[in-house]
């Protein structure tokens, strides 16, 4: 392994009706003027909405200021409406109540806030964050981790790019994860998050560091768990025990344990963030689309991780097979099994084709390559766009 440090000052409080139990408390440690942060109101039709004043409302001299309408992909000009909002009302605390979207929209706020310079030079690098406004979440989705993270992916539209960026700033100082919050989740964010999740411990997974047979297996079991799970939770979308499994996988697939001691990958993931940024797209749609095609660009040279990935996850026999046959059977079974939980196959399922490839090139190559398990360039990139199309 490489030497690693391990840091993750999130409070976890996760199960049944926490957000009664645990709100109003967690919120009275840090603050009482809040800037309320949520999406395009499907915490208004679920019912948390009132259920979040409620509890807030029992703060001694509360003070809530909401900003809502956080887009799917967050924008930087929502980011910087929060930022105006905390300093015009002189807000101490921020509450985001959403999916990812609403948590990296939050995030960003949070330590643009503190900052005089705009807070894109967080992203490309100009300026990091040294403090933060104080964040707690509340969270309504399984998918990226977000809610134990310091990540926050922000799309400038203006710019047509869409970056991450992660400070120890940014990482919630509480998050609340009850799943009867995911119980409203449509059926296609459903399957995003699952493909997200997924993506994120494959991306882990695709590490180029000796002697990580924990970290492996680990990711292995949140695998495994959320592919026997998954087709359970779609049939019945209101089951407690589906929904608390996917929630916590969700989590631990990207609270960062999986890459303790490893180099990870995430090409893949740039390149979606790429061709969010060009067509706003739904990340974990894309995901299922373009991760299959980096399998089986980096099979061509190193089938070994992605043949170990289909006899342990996908229980493929290896008798007479050569790596690379089991290589191309694990990347039919991821396949087939996004397909089955309905997740898209190919860019035009968005009506994407080649107009804009170049620009999709651009953006997903930040320095001349991307990703360690196979560096890419951009004659690898276009290739696998091109066959995702
Ligand atoms: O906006 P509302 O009305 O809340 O609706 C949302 C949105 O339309 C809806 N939704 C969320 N919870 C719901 C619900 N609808 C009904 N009931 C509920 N309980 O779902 C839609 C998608 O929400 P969004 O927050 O966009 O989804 P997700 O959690 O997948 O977040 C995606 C964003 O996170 C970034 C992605 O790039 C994308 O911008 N990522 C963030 C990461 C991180 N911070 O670590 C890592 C990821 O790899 C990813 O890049
Ligand atoms: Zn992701």
Known sequence: MENFQYVNPTKLIFGRNQVNDSLAGEVEAY???????????????????????????????????????????PRLSTVNKGIQLIKENQLDFILAVGGGSVIDCAKAISVGAHYDGDVWDFVTGKAAPSSSIPLGTILTMAATGSEMNGNSVITNWDERDKRAFSSIHTYPKFS????????????DQT????VDLMSHVLEQYFHVSENAP?????????????????????????????????????TFALNNMLSMGVKTDWATHMIEHAVSAVHD???????????????????????????????RVFELDPANKNTRELAYETIQKLKEFWKTIGAPTKLSDYGIDNKEIDLMVKRSIVNKTIGNYVPLGENEVRQILERAL
């Open 31 to 73: 603050g009482t003027r809040v800037l309320l942060v949520y999406g395009g109101g499907s915490i208004k039709k679920n019912g948390l909405y009132e259920l979040v004043l409620e509890q807030l409302n029992l703060i001694s001299n509360v003070q809530i200021v909401e900003l809502s309408g956080v887009e799917p992909n």
């Open 281 to 311: 797209i739904p990340h974990g749609g894309g995901l299922a689309i373009l991760f299959p095609h980096w399998m089986e660009l980096v099979s061509e040279t190193k089938p070994e991780r992605v043949a170990q990935l289909g006899i």
């Open 214 to 250: 924990v970290q492996e297996r680990f990711g292995e079991s949140i695998l495994k768990t959320t592919i026997e799970t998954a087709p359970k939770l779609l049939e019945s979308p209101e089951s407690y025990a589906y929904r608390e499994v996917i929630m916590l996988n969700a």
């Open 191 to 194: 399957v995003y998050g699952i």
């Open 176 to 187: 609340i994860l009850d799943p009867q919050n995911t119980f409203s989740i449509p059926a």
